[in-house]
């Protein structure tokens, strides 16, 4: 049994189709002698169940392979990363190999699309981008990203969050892309502001990361905002 707003997601053949309860206050049919009107709205929002391999000159975005690990590993020592991410904190195979098998698993959970960065000559993995689906009912979707250290400077997240906009803003029922970024991380802000997202303000408190709250800016990319 589900609950006033709550959003029940159902596969449909290879698209996922939500549907919503919402319940109104104060009751439109106030005849009936209760304190709600319950509506059910059903709404047909159908994105592919299949994560898309997307490609360019620059990079290609795909699945996640056991042949990652190494990556993983890798920035599991990362100051950052582990604390925005489940990427696991700990350098050993097994951790990389579960943070590896749970990304495969974000589109059947049906949580979102996570993609490994990776180079187009070498198909070798340099950070990963992810696009998340909690708030499609609302038409909105958020990104995050990260690159591995040694990989930095060189446009690959840039590059990542153009081509995953564009995808994004493709897909059925999405009509704004968030990004969340705290106000020091100048590398994230300009990043998104490189493809066009637009600051909109300051979230004050917004989350925990580690163990403080934090601000967040809020930037957001609408069809309108691409050339
Ligand atoms: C943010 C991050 C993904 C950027 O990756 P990247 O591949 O190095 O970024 P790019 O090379 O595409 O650079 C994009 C823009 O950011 C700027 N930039 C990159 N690193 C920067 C830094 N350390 N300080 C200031 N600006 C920086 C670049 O100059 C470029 O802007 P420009 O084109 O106007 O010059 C990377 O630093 C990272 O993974 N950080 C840790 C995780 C993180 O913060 N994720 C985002 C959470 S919101």
């Keep these: 049994m589900d609950t006033a707003g709550q959003v029940l997601a159902t596969p449909v053949g290879d ?3 939500e549907r919503r309860q919402v319940v109104h206050f104060p009751p439109f049919k106030p005849t009936r002698g209760v304190g709600e009107f319950v509506c059910w709205q059903t709404v047909d929002v159908s994105v592919p169940l299949r994560l898309p391999r997307l490609e360019d000159t ?14 993983i590993q890798d920035v599991s020592t990362d100051p950052f990363i582990p604390l925005i991410t489940s990427v696991p904190d700990v350098p050993d195979i097994e951790s990389a190999h579960a943070f590896i098998h749970r ?6 959970d049906h949580a979102g699309y996570s ?18 689906l909690p708030n499609l009912m609302q038409g909105r979707v958020s990104i995050g990203y990260w690159v591995a250290a040694r990989h930095r400077g060189r446009g ?4 990542a969050l153009a081509s995953i906009s564009t995808w994004g803003l493709g897909l059925p029922g999405v009509h704004r892309l968030e990004l969340y970024v705290e106000p020091w ?16 303000g300051l979230l004050r408190s917004w989350q925990t990361v ?10 957001s990319l609408l069809p309108r905002d691409r050339p």
Excluded: C, K
Excluded at 58 to 71: I, K, T
Excluded at 156 to 159: F, P, S, T
Excluded at 185 to 200: F, I, L
């Design 15 to 17: 698209g996922l189709r």
């Design 58 to 71: 620059h990079l290609v975005l795909r699945a996640f392979v056991d042949g990652d690990a190494h990556l």
């Design 103 to 108: 990304q495969q698993a974000r589109l059947d």
């Design 115 to 132: 993609f490994a960065i990776a180079d187009p000559a070498s198909n070798e993995a340099l950070g990963q981008i992810g696009l998340w």
């Design 156 to 159: 690959i997240a840039r590059h």
């Design 185 to 200: 991380n100048q590398a994230s802000w300009r990043t998104a502001e490189r493809v066009g997202y637009q600051r909109e």
């Design 210 to 219: 580690g163990e403080e709250r934090r601000d967040m800016y809020m930037y």
